[in-house]
C-alpha cells in the first residue's frame, strides 16, 4: 500500500514539473496528491489521486484537473477545496468541485480573501464519501515553483 502512494507522489512530481512550465503570466500551477493518510483524523482508505491546477491571479479562475481511484462515482458525496490549514489541520470549505466522480475538470473562482492562503501551501482538496463524510482522501495544494 505504501508502495502505491510513492509512486502516486513520484508520478505527480514528475507530471507536476512537466504541468509547470507553460505558465503565462499571472497564472500559477499547483498539485496535489491524495490519500486517506493526509485526512484529519486519518483514514484507512486504499483511495488515492492527484490533482493539477492552476490559478490565474486576475480573473481568480482556480481551474483544476483532479484523478482518483479506489472511490465510486456513486460514493463521493462531495469534494472541495479548504483553507487556510498546514498538513493535518481542519479548515471550513473554501469552494465546492465538481462534477461529482473521477475525473474532474473544471474552474471555479476562489475568493479574493483566500488567494495568499493558495499560493502559500495553506489550502487542501478533498474527496467526501458515503463511508468517511469528513472526507476520505486529501491532499495538500502544493505551489510548483
Known amino acids: 500500500m ?3 502512494y510513492v509512486r502516486a507522489f ?28 493526509q485526512e484529519t483524523p486519518p483514514t484507512t482508505s486504499n483511495a488515492f489521486g492527484v490533482a493539477f491546477l492552476t490559478f490565474d491571479d486576475k480573473t481568480l479562475a482556480l ?5 482518483y ?12 477545496v479548504h483553507g487556510p490549514a498546514a498538513p493535518g489541520a481542519p479548515a471550513a470549505i473554501i469552494v465546492a468541485l465538481s462534477p461529482a466522480g473521477s475525473p474532474k475538470n473544471l474552474c471555479v473562482t476562489l475568493p479574493k480573501a483566500n488567494k495568499k492562503d493558495l499560493k502559500r ?3 487542501y482538496l478533498n474527496v467526501h ?3 468517511n463524510p469528513s472526507g476520505e482522501i486529501r491532499g495538500q495544494i502544493i505551489p510548483t515553483k
Do not use: K, W
Not at 513520484?10 to 497564472?27: F, I, Q, R
Open 2 to 4: 505504501q508502495l502505491r
Open 121 to 123: 501551501g495553506m489550502t
Open 63 to 67: 481551474c483544476y484537473s483532479i484523478t
Open 10 to 37: 513520484l508520478a505527480a512530481a514528475l507530471l507536476g514539473g512537466l504541468y509547470a512550465a507553460p505558465a503565462p503570466a499571472g497564472t500559477r500551477n499547483f498539485v496535489a496528491v491524495l490519500n486517506g493518510g
Open 129 to 131: 464519501t458515503m463511508d
Open 69 to 80: 481511484t479506489g472511490i465510486t462515482r456513486t460514493a463521493e458525496t462531495a469534494a472541495h
